[in-house]
């Protein structure tokens, strides 16, 4: 062997190429944008979850002071309770049974992404009391 002649030698040593890199690279970014996702949507759901809860609350203590503290046969009133809104209707009940009178109490609170109420709570109680 010659002074001139070169040899080339494989080593063994092995690494990752630019384009394998940025293969990896693409891979993780798309992960942490579908781990980011279902994040939010978690949060999402978890506010959603805590203001209907939080509507539950405000609409059965209107309906439990509807029921024995708002007379009369017809009647509606709304208002807010912190920062959910709520509303309430009495009137006749017009079901199948005729004795004795009823009144329908409804109670709606909170609003929904669509304005719908959150909650919607309905009882009856005796005309009258």
Known sequence: ??????????????????????????IVAAML???????????????????????LLVAQSQLAVAE???????????????????ALRIEPYRGQLASPALDRITVTAGEGPSGEPLVELTTLRVAGT
């Open 68 to 86: 024995v503290a708002v007379p009369g046969r017809f009647a509606a009133r709304e208002g807010k309770s912190g920062t959910i809104g709520w």
């Open 1 to 26: 062997m010659g002074r001139g002649h070169h040899q080339r030698r494989d080593n063994g040593e092995a690494g990752f190429t630019l384009p394998e890199a940025l293969v990896a690279s693409a």
């Open 33 to 55: 944008g579908v781990t980011l996702g279902v994040v939010q949507n978690n949060a999402r759901a978890a506010r959603t979850n805590e203001e209907r809860r939080a509507a």
